[in-house]
């Protein structure tokens, strides 16, 4: 990384704002049979992933009470994983549940929302994952 190249970063509340959307709205998905309503946390992230423009997160940056730069910030690279992990699980999910096959539904959904509560309570398994193929990736390249 060179000096001129700028990190980005999101701030903390979004995130964990981010991470209660989902857990949320999974559960009542799960709990309610409604499982057209992942649509949400799916399109959702598929949107902040494909154009940068996230609707939950705008919508939670609206409640910021404070500057965004006073937040602790997180690695807008590392939420952009997790999103790629979590609406990968979510489209599987919903082909599961529209495809007749419920039991996949079921693992994929249930995966996504472990995941996001797990993470609110200070483990995030994105970021697990991430890390370990980033060791592999640097074990790879020095032999």
Known sequence: ?????????????????????????VTVSLVTGLHFLLLVPLL????GLLTGFN???RLAKSFLSKPSSTNIQEDYKQLQFNQT???SCLTLS????????????????????????????GFCVGCFIRYQWQQFQYRRTTK
């Open 94 to 121: 919903l082909i599961g549940f529209y495809i007749g096959l419920p039991i996949l539904g079921y693992i994929f959904s249930i995966m996504v929302a472990v995941a996001s509560g797990v993470a609110l309570l």
């Open 85 to 87: 992990i979590a609406v």
């Open 55 to 57: 609707p939950v997160l």
């Open 44 to 47: 959702s992230g598929l949107s």
């Open 1 to 25: 990384m060179t000096t001129n190249e700028k990190i980005m970063t999101i701030p903390k509340p979004l995130v964990t704002f981010n991470q209660w959307f989902i857990l949320i709205s």
